[in-house]
Nanobody
């Protein structure tokens, strides 16, 4: 049984920062890639960033230079540091992971098997 739980969302003014956390349980955490997605009202769920089992990262264009993904395997947690937030970053943010270990291709929602319930990020103008 794999469980992912997001936390750290909230209300922030434009230009501010938030750090989201994704806590995982139920399997050997260090073997799996973790991705972040977001979904705004009326919009499709979109890829934000991902980190592989061996620390390789990938970022969507809008996230590059502002967001940083990292992982702490000792804590079974992946973090998403978001700086210089913009109103268009407002969305529910989800973490996700594939079923297969030692892979790094979870850049689309359909390539992920496990999902958290999401955490709301709201950025005011």
């Amino acid at each position: 049984q794999v469980q992912l739980v997001e936390s750290g969302g909230g209300l922030v003014q434009a230009g501010g920062s938030l750090r989201l956390s994704c806590a995982a349980s139920g399997r050997t955490f260090s073997r799996y890639s973790i991705a972040w997605f977001r979904q705004a009202p009326g919009k499709e769920r979109e890829f934000v960033t991902a980190i592989s089992w061996n620390g390789v990262t990938s970022y969507a264009s809008f996230a590059r230079g502002r967001f940083t993904i990292s992982r702490d395997n000792a804590k079974n947690t992946v973090y998403l540091q978001m700086n210089t937030l913009k109103p268009e970053d407002t969305a529910v943010y989800y973490c996700a992971s594939p079923k297969i270990a030692y892979t790094f291709n979870n850049f689309d929602p359909t390539t992920n098997d496990y999902w958290g319930q999401g955490t709301q990020v709201t950025v005011s103008a």
